[in-house]
Nanobody
């Protein structure tokens, strides 16, 4: 059973920063892309950012320029650095590994348990 383990959520004021982490088994980390989805109350789970095995990245328009996804191949871990957070960034963030190396995210593959991010004053 593949297990993705997330950490780093919490409560932050608007304009603040958080960094999320997701550790994956080496067996999938080295061959599959990785990404972060966000699910806000009453909304679908949408892709926030993704990174291929070669380090190519994609971002949702709403987070472009504020969020940065990265990967540490030695630790089998990806990160999501979130800066200048806004209340609309609030939601549960899920780590995902689609069963492919390319930057195609279809809400398939392996998932983490989710971590809550709340942006509020």
């Amino acid at each position: 059973q593949v297990r993705l383990v997330e950490s780093g959520g919490g409560l932050v004021q608007p304009g603040g920063s958080l960094r999320l982490s997701c550790a994956a088994p080496g067996s999938i980390f080295s061959i599959y892309a990785m990404g972060w989805y966000r699910q806000s109350p009453g909304k679908e789970r949408d892709l926030v950012a993704g990174i291929s095995t070669f380090g190519r990245t994609i971002y949702a328009d709403s987070v472009q320029g504020r969020f940065t996804i990265s990967r540490d191949n030695a630790k089998n871990t990806i990160y999501l650095q979130m800066n200048n957070l806004k209340p609309e960034d609030t939601g549960v963030y899920y780590c995902n590994s689609p069963p492919r190396a390319s930057l195609r995210f279809d809400r398939d593959g392996f998932w983490g348990q989710g971590t809550q991010v709340t942006v509020s004053s």
